[in-house]
């Protein structure tokens, strides 16, 4: 589907609930129709976008400031999320987001530092266990 058609059923609201998240969350969904998604008023649809790693960096820097720290998390967790935006988010108010942060493989070291002290224990045993550039940085 293009995304012209995409857009067309999308106004004729012929599309699902159901429907949007499969699409959202389908490796093969191009850029276009992921942007459209990340719009969504269904949480559950920009989830999935979120969660692509499709999904332009663009886009992931925009849902990274949603209010909803589900969305946030799945951001967090995503491996093509810019190193910018790993970077907030290892500050964020939630811990599943920080926790999420520690399990990304792009998280730079000195994030993992930070983390490894986090308050909350749960994201501080994540990026304990996390990586072997983290434990060949304690060394």
Same mark, same amino acid.
């Given at each position: 589907?293009?995304?012209?058609?995409?857009?067309?059923?999308?106004?004729?609201?012929?599309l699902?609930?159901?429907?949007?998240?499969?699409?959202?969350?389908?490796?093969?969904?191009c850029k276009?129709?992921?942007?459209? !998604? $990340?719009?969504? @008023? %269904?949480?559950? &649809?920009?989830w999935?976008?979120?969660? =692509?790693?499709? +999904?332009? #960096?663009? *886009? /992931?820097?925009?849902l990274?400031?949603?209010k909803?720290?589900?969305?946030r998390?799945?951001?967090?967790?995503n491996i093509?999320?810019?190193?910018?935006?790993?970077?907030? !988010? $290892?500050?964020? @108010? %939630?811990?599943t &987001?920080?926790?999420?942060?520690?399990? =990304?493989?792009? +998280?730079p #070291?000195? *994030? /993992?530092?930070?983390?490894?002290?986090?308050?909350n224990?749960?994201?501080?045993?994540?990026t304990?266990?996390s990586?072997?550039?983290?434990?060949?940085?304690?060394?």
């Amino acid at each position: 589907m293009t995304v012209k058609e995409f857009r067309i059923q999308l106004a004729l609201g012929s599309l699902s609930n159901d429907v949007k998240e499969e699409v959202a969350g389908n490796l093969n969904t191009c850029k276009g129709i992921l942007t459209i !998604l $990340s719009k969504d @008023k %269904d949480w559950w &649809v920009k989830w999935r976008v979120a969660g =692509n790693i499709s +999904t332009p #960096k663009e *886009v /992931l820097t925009v849902l990274s400031k949603d209010k909803n720290w589900g969305i946030r998390e799945e951001v967090a967790g995503n491996i093509s999320t810019p190193v910018k935006v790993l970077n907030k !988010l $290892s500050r964020d @108010k %939630d811990w599943t &987001v920080r926790y999420n942060i520690a399990r =990304n493989p792009n +998280t730079p #070291k000195e *994030v /993992l530092i930070i983390l490894s002290s986090d308050k909350n224990q749960s994201a501080e045993y994540s990026t304990a266990s996390s990586t072997d550039t983290f434990k060949e940085t304690l060394t």
